[in-house]
């Protein structure tokens, strides 16, 4: 199981677009993928869980990925929050 | 293109139109090539000019006293010019008399006189819905067309996916069936109407069973002849790496005799209820026709909180004091 912790540095926060981004990405791969947000820990496949955070700009959480892909998985899912899910 | 002899439309509208011809039965075989109607009250009066020539012609009261006050010379003349094109077929409302010398003619020179007892708006009106309707633009589609709470679903996919026993199940929760396997879509004022291509009444084909007449087993309330398509929904297997839709924003549209509507392409894999999703959609498409789209209300709340906290957090970032 690997963790990493990242940034919501899009202005427009996790809105449906990203959410739809993070969870068609995360259902790429066989790892299990989780979000932690303050005291809240969603399934990162699922697109309600994903809106359910709505994570702000500026506001920080937590991948955690455990399975045999979970690097890359984590590797994807940070790729796309720096890239601002081609926002902004 | 499409053609149709006035002999076929003769046999095939004697009785609703009340029609009776006049002329000698030769006279039935030309061609009506297009939709429209023509009332040649200008051409009459010898004015040829732009004549749609080529269309039904109508006559009415108008016509027919105009023609009466004409001298019999005057008349022959006339109709010596005016049978030189190539008229499908002339049509009297009102069960009218026409002049002697325009029968005389029209044997003569092939062309059909036909005596409706309508009206003359009544006849135009029902002429031109059907011609239109024959003209119309259609198109065979694989498929089974079912009425879900008024919306037309037309369900699409692969042989044996399982089309018509989604249907069934359907028909089954007091749905209705229009037609299983080939549907018949007829462009009619830019709307789509699915219609069975026979008129053996509504048999299904369910696999492994064979044939079943859904009317006969369900009642009369679980079937009907024509529907208009709303949605289209596609079946089809389920497939780990495709892009489905998650949310329900951008809905995808699919071009059907060049009018658009809905598509959704559904996933089924076994022990899906399909037909409860059918019934979502429907009930969604509803929603959406009265203005109510759940996607766009539910991101919208979404958006708003996600802004709301972002101006708490800036808020106390700069706060400073």
Same mark, same amino acid.
């Given at each position: ?19 739809? @981004?993070?969870?068609? #990405? ?5 790892? !299990? ?5 303050? %005291?809240? /820990? ?8 994903? @809106?359910?955070?709505? #994570? ?5 959480? !937590? ?5 045999? %892909?979970? /690097? ?17 | ?321």
């Amino acid at each position: 199981m690997i963790k990493k912790t990242i940034k919501v540095i899009n202005k427009l926060g996790m809105h449906a677009r990203p959410a739809t @981004m993070i969870v068609k #990405a995360a259902a790429k791969y066989r790892s !299990e993928f989780k979000i932690r947000k303050d %005291d809240m /820990e969603i399934n990162g496949k699922s697109i309600m869980g994903v @809106m359910t955070l709505a #994570a702000e700009c500026g506001s920080t959480l !937590e991948l955690i990925a455990d399975g045999v %892909d979970e /690097e890359y998985l984590i590797e994807e899912i940070a790729g796309l929050f720096s890239s601002k899910f081609d926002e902004d | 293109m499409k053609k149709l002899t006035v002999k076929e439309f003769y046999n095939s509208n004697r009785e609703e139109f009340s029609l009776t011809l006049i002329t000698k039965p030769e006279t039935l075989e030309n061609f009506i090539t297009n939709q429209y109607i023509h009332r040649p009250g200008l051409a009459l009066t010898g004015y040829f000019e732009r004549f749609s020539f080529e269309r039904v012609q109508v006559l009415g009261e108008t016509e027919i006293s105009y023609l009466q006050s004409l001298k019999d010379e005057e008349l022959y003349d006339r109709f010596k010019e005016l049978f030189v094109f190539n008229i499908p077929c002339f049509i009297v409302a009102k069960g009218l008399s026409v002049p002697e010398q325009m029968e005389f003619l029209a044997n003569d020179m092939n062309i059909a006189i036909l005596v409706s007892k309508l009206s003359t708006d009544r006849l135009y009106h029902s002429l031109r819905k059907y011609l239109e309707d024959v003209f119309a633009p259609t198109k065979t589609i694989h498929g089974t067309l079912i009425d879900v709470f008024g919306v037309g679903i037309l369900l699409t996919g692969k042989s044996g996916i399982g089309k018509s026993e989604c249907a069934l199940d359907l028909v089954e929760r007091s749905h209705r069936l229009i037609t299983d396997d080939v549907v018949k879509i007829i462009l009619r004022d830019d709307v789509l109407i699915g219609t069975s291509t026979n008129d053996y009444g509504h048999f299904m084909e369910i696999r492994g069973v064979g044939l079943v007449d859904i009317e006969k087993m369900f009642g009369i309330q679980a079937v009907r002849l024509q529907k208009r398509i709303d949605v289209q929904v596609e079946l089809m297997p389920w497939q780990d790496n495709l892009d489905y839709e998650r949310i329900g924003l951008g809905d995808n549209y699919v071009d059907i005799l060049d009018v658009k509507i809905p598509i959704i392409y559904l996933p089924i894999s076994p022990g899906k209820n399909v037909s409860v999703i059918i019934e979502v959609v429907a009930m969604n498409h509803i929603l959406k026709v009265y203005g109510y789209d759940a996607a766009e209300i539910y991101t919208k709340r979404l958006q708003e909180d996600i802004q709301k906290k972002a101006r708490i957090r800036s808020a106390l970032i700069d706060d400073k004091e």
